[in-house]
């Protein structure tokens, strides 16, 4: 089945620039805290616990078991594995069913949180998203001053597989809204769906939602070994054909049950559904959970006819595709003098070694993982002026490429969990033009986005400096990131 376009009158929505800058400001969590279960598939016991991060740090899963510790970002362009659940993998770190651990983060508002792991799989829990959100109420969400950054659309974004029949489609809208369909042609299931119209309705409307499958996958995943901290407790099997007594025995001696019968529902007598359509519901979880690899908030009913976590990823990885190609839309970056800035001049004169009068940035208003935009206002009373082009004072433009370095340093250091431990050093300058002149009174806007992503210490941006909406210097920078006990 084809999910049909909405009507038109629904469709066209008023046009506006994919990036929104929104009254509401960037959340994390106030504290650590920390969950112990077995891994769904590995049967392994872990440890996870989430952490509070800086603003722009997004959500990250860090390998403490690991030598160095690595971190995976939580990223669609990272999945490697969705064959029994969402599993990412960066610089040989692997992190496994991370989906309902994403879909709690975003139905809570958390923007930036590291979450440490000593094995190599989220804790299955109860097989929803119900534990992670009553971890979170347990230390409670905090405001960062720093705006949310949250990406619109202005035309509809499709995707469809012809295989496994699945068709997704996103649509302009004023808010985050979601649909989901499903359809396994099953009497016990049926066709249901769900909808979630606020993000505010997923602690109580969807996060309970358990994950399901039938009993013909759950003896193939036994027969294999597939799912050794599998227990019917975190599960509603759905029994999809006749099951003879001498089965039913056999999965109770699996799971540990005195008994295992099928109810009149068609489903094992492990759990009582919390909603009639609870398996609709999970589906709508997992799509929450992993349309958060997209990397940003976005603004979009999404509509999903059979969902699975394949073509999940697969259309987070076209939506995110396509923030990429539009955002040159909105590219400038602006700055109002009357939002808080996400780093003033003290934390950044912390944060970097430089200080007056060679600290050429006063404030950082935007930071994320790959992009950081600061401040730098030109006074007449700047050192430099004095010996520059007196009389009729020009900022150096040796000094303005010096401004983004700083700012590039910041960018830099906050892909790092410990960044008061490293130290950045310019080592290649490129392709630097200087288009106009900048004098006092002018009020640099720095802008620097990675070209690649950070490797073995190596860090590569665009720098970009606006006074206004005109450009005024470019380069391309290479830096290299050095640990101090190590210079």
């Known amino acids: 089945m084809r999910i049909a376009t909405l009507p038109e009158t ?4 008023k046009k506006c620039n994919i990036v929104q800058q929104t009254a509401e ?5 106030k504290g650590s805290v920390t969950l112990s279960g077995v891994g769904l598939h590995t049967g392994k016991e872990v440890n996870m616990t989430m952490k509070p991060a800086n603003p722009g740090f997004g959500i990250r899963f860090q390998r403490v078991d690991l030598p160095d510790k690595p971190v995976v970002k939580a990223d669609a362009d990272l999945v490697v594995d969705t064959s029994r659940g969402t599993t990412i993998e960066h610089n040989g770190a692997r992190v496994s069913t991370i989906e309902h651990t994403l879909a709690a983060l975003v139905g809570m508002g958390v923007d930036n949180v590291l979450i440490e792991l000593d094995g190599p799989e989220v804790p299955i829990m109860d097989g929803s998203a119900r ?18 950054i949250v990406y619109t659309i202005d035309q509809n974004i499709h995707y469809f597989d012809p295989v496994k029949n699945v068709d997704m489609l996103a649509i302009p809208s004023s808010d985050y809204q979601i649909t989901t369909l499903i359809d396994f042609n099953s009497p016990v299931l049926g066709t249901q769906h769900a909808t979630l119209k606020h993000i505010s309705e997923f602690r109580d409307e969807v996060a309970p939602c358990r994950t399901f499958c039938f ?3 759950l003896e193939y995943l036994l027969d294999n070994n597939l799912i050794k901290g599998g227990d019917v407790s975190n599960a509603i099997v759905v029994v999809d054909k006749v099951v003879s007594a001498k089965e039913l025995e056999r999965l109770a ?16 007598n492990n759990i009582q559904l919390h909603f009639p359509n609870e398996p609709a519901r999970h589906k709508l979880l997992d799509v929450v959970g992993d349309l958060a690899l997209v990397g940003h908030p976005i603004r979009a009913h999404i509509i999903a006819n059979r969902p699975g976590h394949a073509s999940n990823v697969e259309f987070a990885k076209k939506i995110k595709q396509y923030i990429k190609k539009n955002k040159h839309l909105s590219d400038i970056p602006q700055y109002d003098p009357n939002q808080p800035a996400i780093y003033d001049i003290t934390h950044i004169e912390k944060s970097l070694p430089h200080k007056y009068p060679f600290l050429l940035v006063d404030r950082i208003i935007e930071l994320s993982d790959s992009h950081v935009v600061g401040i730098k206002n030109v006074t007449f009373n700047e050192q430099f002026f004095q010996g520059h082009f007196p009389g009729n004072p020009v900022m150096p433009g040796v000094l303005q490429i010096e401004a983004l370095a700083q700012a590039g340093g910041i960018l830099a250091l906050n892909n790092y969990t410990d960044p008061e431990n490293y130290d950045t050093y310019f080592i290649k300058i490129d392709k630097a033009r200087f288009k106009s002149k900048v004098t006092p009174g002018d009020t640099l806007i720095l802008k620097l986005e990675l070209l690649n992503p950070i490797r073995r210490g190596i860090c590569e941006m665009r720098g970009t400096a606006y006074v206004g909406n005109r450009l005024v210097t470019e380069a391309e920078l290479v830096a290299q990131i050095i640990r101090k006990d190590k210079q």
């Open 25 to 29: 400001n960037q959340k994390t969590l």
């Open 10 to 13: 629904e469709a066209r929505i």
């Open 131 to 148: 534990e992670f959100i009553e971890a979170i109420d347990s230390v409670g969400v905090q405001e960062q001053e720093a705006k949310r």
């Open 253 to 268: 001696k699996v799971f540990n049950k005195n008994k295992i019968e099928v109810k009149h529902e068609g489903i094992l």
């Open 215 to 217: 009993l013909h996958e």
